[in-house]
Structure formats: structure tokens, C-alpha cells
């Protein structure tokens, strides 16, 4: 029977598996062991640095967005006049009020009587079967002034001093829908709509409100494509009907009547935006104010455990023992502007004895670092000087001193927050460390595998003389063997 022999190769084995074959030493551990010697504390070094500024990195961002969120949500409860006295209206079927901003509404009162809304003119075409047929080519001219109109017919017309508005109607416009598309490019203010029911469509035009903004729009024809002029708005017109008429709004601010175009009039009550919403001829309608004092209040007491909140985050952040950020300057530099936040200037006194400050009110620091609330004392500055704690509360600019605390605190987060020489300056120096070290890594890691690989190299070397010593000295011992029993 005949034996079958593989065909399959024997591997060549590679020097780490055969090293240490002649002389039994594992030169392969070895290397391994004199290079992780070499280059382990450096790593542990490094390792240990790279941890410090991830968690330096991560305090920074903490820190960073607990002072920006504070600070932004600060000012928008600010800005959004719940802290600040606003108008009231007795009657608001009739007119409803609004602060504008800056407004100083303290003790304010009027009364109101809206006589007549300001209506814009709105005008209707006759039925068009076909919105699509052409309605006939030329040019629409519109002309804005003032009108009388009686039974939906404009009977008088005076144009105002604003140029015509002409609108050129070619075959590629001319259809109903291309031109109002037309009238509404030329953003004349008066717009243009198309509305279509069972038994056709019709064209809808409305100007902006007040008397001196009707409006007229007169055809000329190309001849041999006659048709725009039964569009024709104005004296004489008989294509289109006129459903309302261009008036100004009448109002009486304690009894004296006025006129304005709109009806949203801001300039009639100093700090109050009026927006009429029906007239009732002979009744009054009384402007007060309401006071802020309550959401203060709260707003005192949120913003004393936010801030403590915050602190809390710090103290543990910069703590000498454990803080990652013990050593930052800009963490430091915030810790101590928050500190002096209840003694900053808030606002001007305008009256002996009313208060400027956090601390003015109530505000006390505690012997580690938070905030507390007095509600008696804050309860009393509230009563006794109103508009002077509602300034120390008012969007009045971006100076960090005397502008209200919402301006205070955004200061004080800007400076925290900079790149320059804040917690943002500190973010991209710990993050180009950590940059450094991950070099530092690699170019070790680098070292590693070349002296690895010469240290392999040289014990290959050791191995291979050991082994050829061994042979010899067993070929010797066999020498010796041979002799000694030859000689018995």
C-alpha cells in the first residue's frame, strides 16, 4: 500500500515564535518588558496630564454654560416686561395696550374713546368666467390720494403726492391670476387676490388703511386687445364696486379727538402702543397700569437659587483639594464678580433712600458664598419704592453698572465666556495641551515599536550564537563520550 504525503508546506516560523529556541531564554517577554520599562512612566505622565485636562475641559464647559443660561434667561424674562409696569385696558373688545420699550408707566392713567377703525378700500371686479382667458393687454396705472365714495361708487378723487405706480399687462400676463401676479410684484401697497366661486372668479383689490391711501387704477389699451379698462377703479368706473372705503381711525385721548392711518397708534400716549380692535362711540375706555411687584418678587427669589445653583457648580469645580479648575484664573475671576453682584450699582436713585443694589433689597450674602432672600426687607422696597426696584430691573442698556440686573449679569457672563481672557481662552488652551500630548503619545508609541524591533533583532542574533555554542558543545560531548568508551 503506498502512503499518501501532504502536499502542504511546513510555515516557516517567524523569529518571535523561535526565539529563545537555542537558548531557552523568552527574549520575546524580554524585549517587551525593557521597552515597557523604558517608556511606561513617560506614559503614565502623559496618561495621567491627558485625564487632568479632560476634566479641566469638562468643568470649563459646565461652568461656561451654567453662566449663559443664567445670564440669557435673565434677560429674556427681562426684556419680555413681566418685570416691568404695564398698561391695562378696562375694555379690551374695544382697545388693547401694550409697553414699548424704555416705557416709564409708573402712575399713568388716560381714557379712551375710539369713535371710528381705521378701513382700508377694497374693491371687487365682475365675473370673469375664465381666470386663466386673457382679459386683454396694456398698462394699469395706480394712483394713491384721497376719495369720497357713496352707494360703492368712487365719486370724488384727489391724488396724494406719492408717483403712479403703471404696471405693464403683456399676452404673457394678462389672464386674471397674471394680473394680480402683476399688481402684487410692483409692491405698490396694494394688493391683489383672486377668489372664484360657482359662477366665476373675480379680482380683489385692498389698499393699506387710512383716508389719504385710496386708491384709483386706470387701464390704457393696446389697441386690437381691448379689455383692462373694465377694471377701471375710480370716478365713472362701472366694471368695478368699491365694498369699503379708505378712513382713518378717529380716537379721543380724554376727550380730545384725534386721527391716525392705522390702527395700531403708538404715538398718540408716551411709552404705550394702543391697538384698536372695535369703535363704541360714547364709551370711555380707562388706561391704568399694573404693577410688577409680585413677579419681581418671585423673580428675586428664582434668581437667588439659580445663583446658588451655580456657585454650588464652582465651589466644587475650583475647591483647592479636588477642583479641576482650583488653578484657572478666569474661574476665579468669575467666582469673585459673582461676589460682588449684590453690591453692583443697578440703577440711579431718583429719590433719597431708594434702593440701587440686590443687597438694598434684601439680597444678603452667607458666610460661604450663597445668596439669601429677606422677604420682609424686599417686601418693603417693593411697597414704599416701586419704581425705584423696578429700575434695578429694566432693559435700560449694556453697561455693566446702572443698567438693570439682566445688563449686570451679561457683563459679567461676556468677560467669563471671552476667548480672549475668559473661560473660552481657557477651553482652547487645555484642549491644545491635550492636542500636544496626543503628539507626545504617538511619537512614543513610535519609539516603542522601533526599539522593540531592534531589540528583537539583537536577541535574534544572541539566540542564534547560543545555539550554535550548544551544538558545539554537544558535538564536543559526544567527542568526549566516544573516546572514553573506546578506551574502556
Do not use: C, H
Not at 500500500?1 to 526565539?19: E, G
Not at 464647559?61 to 449663559?68: E, L, N, R, V
Not at 364696486?241 to 380730545?256: L, Q, R, Y
Not at 398718540?268 to 370711555?284: E, F, K
Amino acid at each position: 500500500m503506498t502512503t499518501a504525503v501532504s502536499s502542504t508546506p511546513t510555515p516557516t516560523p517567524s523569529i518571535s515564535n523561535t526565539l529563545g529556541a537555542g537558548s531557552g531564554v523568552d527574549f520575546t517577554a524580554l524585549a517587551s518588558q525593557l521597552v515597557d520599562a523604558q517608556f511606561a512612566p513617560k506614559l503614565q505622565a502623559l496618561t495621567a496630564n491627558n485625564n487632568k485636562l479632560t476634566a479641566q475641559i469638562s468643568g470649563v464647559s459646565q461652568i461656561k454654560s451654567g453662566i449663559t443660561n443664567f445670564s440669557s434667561s435673565l434677560t429674556t424674562l427681562v426684556k419680555g416686561g413681566s418685570l416691568s409696569t404695564q398698561p391695562t385696558s378696562s375694555n379690551t373688545s374695544i382697545l388693547t395696550t401694550t409697553a414699548l420699550a424704555g416705557a416709564k408707566l409708573n402712575g399713568f392713567s388716560a381714557s379712551v374713546e375710539v369713535r371710528q377703525l381705521a378701513t382700508a378700500q377694497s374693491v371687487s371686479t365682475g365675473i370673469i368666467t375664465d381666470k386663466t382667458a386673457s382679459v386683454g393687454t396694456g398698462m394699469l396705472t395706480l394712483t394713491l390720494g384721497t376719495a369720497t365714495v357713496a352707494d360703492g361708487a368712487m365719486t370724488g378723487f384727489a391724488a396724494g403726492s406719492a408717483s403712479p405706480i403703471n404696471i405693464a399687462i403683456t399676452s404673457t400676463n394678462s389672464s386674471l391670476t397674471g394680473i394680480a401676479a402683476a399688481i402684487n410684484a410692483r409692491n405698490a401697497g396694494v394688493t391683489a387676490t383672486v377668489v372664484t366661486d360657482v359662477d366665476g372668479s373675480r379680482l380683489l383689490l385692498k389698499g393699506p388703511t387710512g383716508a389719504s391711501q385710496a386708491f384709483t387704477m386706470t387701464a390704457t389699451e393696446n389697441p386690437g386687445f381691448e379689455g383692462l379698462s373694465s377694471l377701471n377703479v375710480g370716478v365713472g368706473a362701472t366694471g368695478t364696486t368699491i365694498g369699503s372705503s379708505a378712513k382713518d381711525a378717529i380716537v379721543a385721548i380724554d376727550g380730545v379727538a384725534l386721527k391716525r392711518p392705522t390702527n395700531s397708534i403708538n404715538d398718540l400716549i408716551s411709552g404705550v402702543q394702543l391697538d384698536l380692535v372695535g369703535a363704541a362711540v360714547g364709551t370711555t375706555v380707562t388706561l391704568g397700569t399694573a404693577s410688577p411687584s409680585a413677579n419681581i418678587s418671585q423673580s428675586v427669589s428664582d434668581f437667588v437659587d439659580t445663583y446658588n445653583q451655580l456657585l454650588a457648580v464652582m465651589k466644587q469645580e475650583t475647591d483647592p483639594a479636588s477642583g479641576s479648575l482650583y488653578t484657572d484664573p478666569a474661574a476665579k475671576s468669575l467666582t469673585r464678580a459673582l461676589a460682588q453682584l449684590t453690591l453692583t450699582k443697578l440703577s440711579t436713585a431718583t429719590v433719597t433712600g431708594a434702593p440701587t443694589t440686590l443687597a438694598d433689597i434684601g439680597v444678603a450674602t452667607n458666610r460661604d458664598g450663597t445668596l439669601s432672600v429677606n422677604a420682609d426687607r424686599l417686601s418693603a422696597a417693593l411697597t414704599k419704592y416701586p419704581a425705584a426696584v423696578e429700575a434695578m430691573f429694566a432693559d435700560g442698556g449694556t453697561a455693566a453698572s446702572g443698567n438693570g440686573l439682566g445688563a449686570a449679569l451679561a457683563a459679567i457672563s461676556t468677560a467669563a465666556t471671552s476667548t480672549t481672557y475668559g473661560l473660552g481662552a481657557s477651553a482652547a488652551r487645555y484642549t491644545k495641551l491635550q492636542s500636544s500630548i496626543a503628539d507626545d503619545q504617538a511619537k512614543i508609541t513610535d519609539q516603542e515599536d522601533k526599539l522593540r524591533t531592534r531589540l528583537t533583532a539583537q536577541f535574534a542574533a544572541t539566540d542564534a550564537r547560543v545555539a550554535s555554542y550548544k551544538a558545539t558543545q554537544d558535538y564536543l560531548k559526544q567527542q568526549v563520550d566516544a573516546w572514553n568508551s573506546s578506551k574502556g
